[in-house]
């Protein structure tokens, strides 16, 4: 019988209470509602600005003038947002006549050598190069000409024949991601003024990194020591008209290297987080002196992120890759109508674009940071318009 003695009495008092409590809530929300306007609207106004700062770096990118400022007061404005103190896009006020004196680095992959030996020397360096322009920089370099080190294009079967010299003050190494190899042998640290020789057999075809591995390895990588070796496949692959070797790296500086060459920062290396990328080690080089086809023609990329950290997310803006072979394995098909590759820190790819319309077609990494430090360039097909191109 209790079951059913439910007092009805305390139902008003409750409807009292939520009553007040709907009221309050109201109040509240009302409230919340407008201070999120608020913050929306500072947000919008935000977004605005930074998107019109956007807006101006691609129009200089377009003009193919970097971002000019004084070694002085701008750079430090220019830090102050960030954890680190950054020196990306500080150039000296010459810097648009400097990037067109600069000698670009020659993309163009060349021939394989003859025979079933090919033998490679490298020298060890320590020298000042620049990586920007007017930006100077204190590598470590693989053959005495700056990072990356030079290109070696052999055939799948050739035996490569390999001797490092040290020329540097410290030990260095030699690591060949196309070679299966024991590294403790082949790619022992060679003391300053000795040399060392090892072989091996380029058997697996593709575009590979080769770099020093000496420890520190982020180091060693972040002062120029890496390259690319391209070992064709046995059957070769579709011919291309034009082929060119991109290797993408990042540069971590200490200073902003105008009035002295700047070194290595360990502390930026290790947050990733860098004051210039390129391509073949000098930012924004193939800009203004755009890499070149005709209409018509098929290019193909060899692409490695040498990082030492980052990837580079391949991409040619304009057109799509009618051949992707992603990671460089040559020996499956490759992908067809891709439009972004990632090519991993230490990995390679291979891609081929035909471009008919003659115009300016920037190849870039299309994690857009890159860009914005420097990794991005022109391929130029055929005749344009000269007030366009820069
Ligand atoms: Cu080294």
């Known amino acids: 019988m209790t079951t059913h003695s439910v007092p009805t009495h305390p139902r008003p008092r409750r409807e009292t209470d939520s009553g007040a409590f709907f009221k309050v809530a109201a109040v509240l929300l009302g409230f919340l509602v407008a201070v999120l306007a608020v913050f929306a609207l500072l947000m919008w106004a935000d977004a605005r600005e930074?998107?019109?700062?956007?807006?101006?770096?691609?129009?200089?990118?377009?003009?193919?003038?970097?971002?000019?400022?004084?070694?002085?007061?701008?750079?430090?404005?220019?830090?102050?947002a960030l954890p680190?103190?950054?020196?990306?896009?500080?150039?000296?006020?010459?810097?648009?006549?400097?990037?067109?004196?600069?000698?670009?680095?020659?993309?163009?992959?060349?021939?394989?050598?003859?025979?079933?030996?090919?033998?490679?020397?490298?020298?060890?360096?320590?020298?000042v190069v620049e990586v920007a322009p007017g930006v100077k920089y204190n590598t470590w370099a693989f053959d005495g000409h700056g990072a990356p080190g030079p290109i070696v294009h052999v055939r799948e079967?050739?035996?490569?024949?390999?001797?490092?010299?040290?020329?540097?003050?410290?030990?260095?190494?030699?690591?060949?991601?196309?070679?299966?190899?024991?590294?403790?042998v082949a790619f022992k640290d060679v003391a300053p003024g000795e040399s060392f020789t090892f072989r091996f057999k380029a058997g697996d075809p593709g575009v590979y990194m080769?770099?020093?591995?000496?420890?520190?390895?982020?180091?060693?990588?972040?002062?120029?020591?890496?390259?690319?070796?391209?070992?064709?496949?046995?059957?070769?692959?579709?011919?291309?008209?034009?082929?060119?070797?991109?290797?993408?790296?990042?540069?971590?500086?200490?200073?902003?290297?105008i009035s002295k060459p700047a070194s290595l920062s360990m502390d930026k290396a290790r947050a990733m987080a860098p004051d210039w990328t390129s391509f073949n080690g000098y930012a924004n080089q193939y800009i203004t002196h755009p890499l070149t086809a005709k209409p018509g023609e098929?290019?193909?990329f060899y692409v490695v992120a040498a990082g030492p950290t980052l990837d580079t997310d391949f991409h040619v803006v304009g057109t799509i890759f009618d051949r992707a072979w992603v990671n460089a394995d040559v020996t499956n098909p490759p992908q067809n109508g891709v439009q972004t590759v990632s090519v991993p820190a230490g990995g390679g790819g291979i891609f081929d674009v035909k471009i008919d319309e003659p115009g300016l077609y920037p190849f870039v990494s299309h994690a857009f940071a890159h860009v914005d430090l420097g990794q991005v360039g022109l391929l130029q097909v055929g005749k344009v318009d000269a007030a366009a191109s820069h």
């Open 157 to 184: 079967g050739q035996t490569v024949e390999m001797t490092l010299v040290n020329g540097g003050a410290i030990p260095h190494s030699i690591d060949f991601h196309a070679a299966r190899i024991a590294p403790n």
């Open 84 to 127: 680190l103190d950054s020196f990306a896009g500080v150039v000296p006020d010459n810097a648009a006549e400097l990037a067109e004196a600069h000698a670009a680095t020659n993309a163009a992959l060349p021939p394989v050598p003859a025979g079933d030996l090919v033998k490679v020397k490298m020298t060890l360096k320590d020298m």
């Open 298 to 300: 098929t290019t193909r």
């Open 210 to 257: 080769y770099h020093c591995g000496t420890k520190p390895v982020l180091a060693h990588i972040a002062n120029g020591m890496y390259g690319a070796i391209v070992v064709d496949p046995a059957k070769p692959l579709p011919r291309a008209d034009n082929e060119y070797v991109l290797v993408a790296s990042e540069w971590y500086l200490d200073s902003d290297g």
């Open 50 to 80: 930074s998107g019109d700062a956007t807006d101006v770096a691609v129009a200089a990118l377009n003009q193919g003038t970097p971002q000019s400022s004084t070694a002085g007061g701008q750079a430090a404005d220019h830090n102050t």
